[in-house]
Each structure stands twice: as structure tokens, then as C-alpha cells.
T-cell receptor, first 114, second 113 residues
Framework: NAGVTQTPKFRVLKTGQSMTLLCAQD?????MYWYRQDPGMGLRLIHY?????TTAKGEVPDGYNVSRLKKQNFLLGLESAAPSQTSVYFC???WGAGVSDTQYFGPGTRLTVL | AQSVTQLGSHVSVSEGALVLLRCNYS??????LFWYVQYPNQGLQLLLK??????LVKGINGFEAEFKKSETSFHLTKPSAHMSDAAEYFC???????????FGKGITLSVRP
């Protein structure tokens, strides 16, 4: 049981390049989330999904797109990277819809945009 | 709207000393409250959560937190700090069954030998 895994762990992009971050979970969780973590700002929700084939916007969705084609995978895309998107990105998943359900986090992807 | 305030960005204690990390929340409805810990270069891990049962919540690694509605607080404590407790700690609040979590800015705990 690997839990939540993220690929890649590190990435450096040039402004304007695109990339996709992959999140996978093997716990059969319905809910999945993408957060970004910036110094002094905690975690901010980018997008989330309440089940296979669904996505919804979080607090800071601009410049990102997501897809949930399979229940176990949640992809985060940057179509045209900007330096403001330099951050650490965390994926999380949870069993149910309730806010009391524990979210399980992946190890993070450190992205630098030059 | 919901929000979380974690005052200060860094706390330093001596090994064996009391750990106290403060968290205050703002919510118009009864909240769900969480403390997460992040060790260097790792993801977040749940320490404990309050979901309207007992107001004193015990978590992993000897940590506990007390929900005080009158003070809108959910401070995290541990009687005796250990070197392995050095990490970043995040308080988070959620309200309502389908709401999303709002995280505080986090606070870094350092433990001196």
C-alpha cells in the first residue's frame, strides 16, 4: 500500500513551457485535491475532485487545469508556466465527502519556473 | 467564511520543555479542526482532529489539543519536546459537511538539545 504518490519530485521549467503533475492513490478514495504551498502562506487549494470524471475549482485555480479520468489518478496541468507558479505542489486524497474525513498527502513536487 | 490564525512563524523550545503552538479560528458555524505536521521534505501528516466529540483531543506522538469555543482556539500542546518533533505544524479548519479545509500559514518548531 503506497498511499499517495506524486510524479515527478522535482522539475525546473522555463516561462511558457507546459507540464503535467501526476498524483496516484491506491486507497480507493473518492476525493482528491491539489494544493500549492508557498512560504508564509500555508496550503492553498487549487482544484479538487469528488469522484472519477469530476473536477471543481478551489481557492487559486487560475493558470491550472486538472483531469480525473481514472479514480486513482488526478492530474494537474500547467499550460504556460509562469514564475508565480514556482511552488511546492501537494496532492491529497480522502475517503468521503465530509470535511471531517482525514486527508492523506503525497510527498510533494517542487516546481521552479525560471 | 472560515479562517485560521497561527501567530508567529517560528517557535524554539529546549528538549524536554513544554510545546505550545497556538491556533485561533474564525467560523460562523461549529467547526472541524485539525493539526497536521510536516517533516522536512515530506508531505503533511494528520496529528489530530476535532469533530465535535470530546473537546480534548489526543493525537499521535504525545500531542493533544483542546477545543475552546469561548476563545475560538485549538492550541496544540505536548508536555515534553523531543528532538524528533522538529517540523512545521499547520492548523486547519473546515465547516459543514461539504466544505473544504482552510489551512493556517504554519509554524516551524525547533527543538534545542
Amino acid at each position: 500500500n503506497a498511499g499517495v504518490t506524486q510524479t515527478p519530485k522535482f522539475r525546473v521549467l522555463k516561462t511558457g513551457q507546459s507540464m503535467t503533475l501526476l498524483c496516484a492513490q491506491d486507497m480507493n478514495h473518492e476525493y482528491m485535491y491539489w494544493y500549492r504551498q508557498d512560504p508564509g502562506m500555508g496550503l492553498r487549494l487549487i482544484h479538487y475532485s469528488v469522484g472519477e470524471g469530476t473536477t471543481a475549482k478551489g481557492e487559486v485555480p487560475d493558470g491550472y487545469n486538472v483531469s480525473r479520468l481514472k479514480k486513482q489518478n488526478f492530474l494537474l496541468g500547467l499550460e504556460s508556466a509562469a514564475p508565480s507558479q514556482t511552488s511546492v505542489y501537494f496532492c491529497a486524497s480522502s475517503w468521503g465527502a465530509g470535511v471531517s474525513d482525514t486527508q492523506y498527502f503525497g510527498p510533494g513536487t517542487r516546481l521552479t519556473v525560471l | 467564511a472560515q479562517s485560521v490564525t497561527q501567530l508567529g512563524s517560528h517557535v524554539s523550545v529546549s528538549e524536554g520543555a513544554l510545546v505550545l503552538l497556538r491556533c485561533n479560528y474564525s467560523s460562523s458555524v461549529p467547526p472541524y479542526l485539525f493539526w497536521y505536521v510536516q517533516y522536512p521534505n515530506q508531505g503533511l501528516q494528520l496529528l489530530l482532529k476535532y469533530t465535535s466529540a470530546a473537546t480534548l483531543v489526543k493525537g499521535i506522538n504525545g500531542f493533544e489539543a483542546e477545543f475552546k469555543k469561548s476563545e475560538t482556539s485549538f492550541h496544540l500542546t505536548k508536555p515534553s519536546a523531543h528532538m524528533s518533533d522538529a517540523a512545521e505544524y499547520f492548523c486547519a479548519v473546515g465547516t459543514g459537511a461539504n466544505s473544504k479545509l482552510t489551512f493556517g500559514k504554519g509554524i516551524t518548531l525547533s527543538v534545542r538539545p
